[in-house]
């Protein structure tokens, strides 16, 4: 079997804010239909790449390339804390927002687009709670609504940032179980992670963002690094490689 195709190319990108840069310049590639968490302490870039791949962000310097030399479509996920909840919204209705990207803001949903919603509220647990608003929605619940969104929406491509924050166990481990299948389904996932334990169990690939150089490449590769550099503070060259 040939090796896939990168879908995602970091040219010595540069990332940051209003001009300002946020760690250090990464170059390497993210393969189509590749599964990898992006590691490293606060403030090294980990939420700034995603926001920039999503084309949110500009880069301070370098180039973000995208096969075909375009930008795919995008299913991305913020931090809860960046999410309001308090939009006078159902569940449901939610959901359906997954379908906009083909449908368009104004025109109402389909039968298909209907029973492609009802599929993914139940794959996420919250068939008996469509209808119910938002607000009264606990953490875990509002984070199953929002990856049920994400599979409505098919995107190739799903950026998710910390999707595991403040929820509970059983809630954390059906959302893994849907990131896993959305790799075996042949998208591109990226996501933003602190608990070393769920990198190494669930992600084969890694990209570890820290203040003296990117780490790139198989996880246990990566974590295995990334242990003896917190342990010894170890010194090196940048080690990069593409995924």
Not at 10 to 38: C, E, H, K
Not at 211 to 240: K, M, Q
């Amino acid at each position: 079997m040939g090796l896939a195709a990168a879908m995602i190319t970091l040219d010595n990108l540069v990332m940051g804010y209003r001009g300002l840069r946020v760690g250090l310049p990464v170059s390497g590639t993210f393969q189509s239909g590749s599964l990898t968490a992006i590691i490293g302490a606060n403030g090294t870039g980990k939420s700034t790449l995603l926001k920039t791949i999503a084309g949110l962000l500009p880069p301070v310097a370098g180039r973000v390339l995208f096969a075909d030399g375009r930008r795919p479509r995008i299913a991305y996920l913020p931090q809860q804390a960046e999410m309001d909840r308090q939009f006078p919204v159902n569940v449901i209705e939610v959901v359906a927002m997954g379908c906009w990207p083909r449908t368009g803001l104004l025109r109402r949903i389909g039968p298909r687009d209907q029973r492609r919603v009802l599929r993914a509220l139940e794959r996420v647990g919250l068939s008996s709670l469509a209808n119910r608003s938002i607000e009264a929605l606990s953490g875990g619940q509002f984070q199953r609504m929002l990856f049920a969104r994400l599979l409505v929406q098919e995107a190739p491509l799903v950026l998710l940032d910390e999707p595991f924050t403040g929820i509970d166990i059983q809630t954390c481990d059906l959302l893994l179980a849907v990131i896993e299948q959305l790799h075996r389904d042949g998208r591109t996932v990226l996501v933003v992670l602190h608990d070393h334990q769920q990198v190494a169990r669930h992600f084969p690939e890694t990209l570890l963002l820290s203040p003296e150089c990117p780490v790139w490449g198989n996880s246990a590769d990566v974590l295995s690094r990334w242990r003896g550099r917190t342990e010894s503070r170890f010194h090196s060259t940048a080690y990069i490689r593409a995924v």
